[in-house]
């Protein structure tokens, strides 16, 4: 599988983004999602995730009630969702899959297929 993650950029304190995730190379229902975001100097922490169909999904603590994480399986797609931004959100965004199924979806060492990151750069 390759993941393709884009949509991150410059902006301000309390602005919004969306960032996609475009699958290709397998089934894209087939494999639960998760977003992941590694600050400068720091290890990557998990951020949300989503069940294959969609059915479930799994939020940090520091980002419940400000991101949303969907999927589009017919378009091969994921997103996140980013309102209320605040600077210590500024990382590099990570997208990734895992076999439909498996528990523990917010454990790293669990996802199969990671795309290349997008930075996210919140100023105050």
């Known amino acids: 599988v390759q993941l393709q993650a884009s949509g991150g950029g410059l902006v301000q304190a309390g602005d919004s983004l969306r960032l996609s995730c475009a699958a290709s190379?397998?089934?894209?229902?087939?494999?639960?999602m998760g977003w992941f975001r590694q600050a400068p100097g720091k290890e990557r922490d998990f951020v949300a995730a989503?069940?294959?169909?969609?059915?479930?999904?799994s939020y940090a603590d520091s980002v419940k009630g400000r991101f949303t994480i969907s999927r589009d399986n017919p378009k091969n797609t994921g997103y996140l969702q980013m309102n209320s931004l605040k600077p210590e959100d500024t990382a590099v965004y990570y997208c990734?899959?895992?076999?439909?199924?498996?528990?523990?979806?917010?454990?790293?060492?669990?996802?199969?297929?990671w795309g290349q990151g997008t930075l996210v750069t919140v100023s105050s």
């Open positions: 990734a899959l895992k076999p439909a199924g498996t528990p523990r979806l917010s454990e790293k060492d669990d996802y199969d297929y």
């Open positions: 190379g397998r089934t894209f229902s087939n494999y639960n």
């Open positions: 989503i069940t294959w169909g969609g059915a479930r999904t």
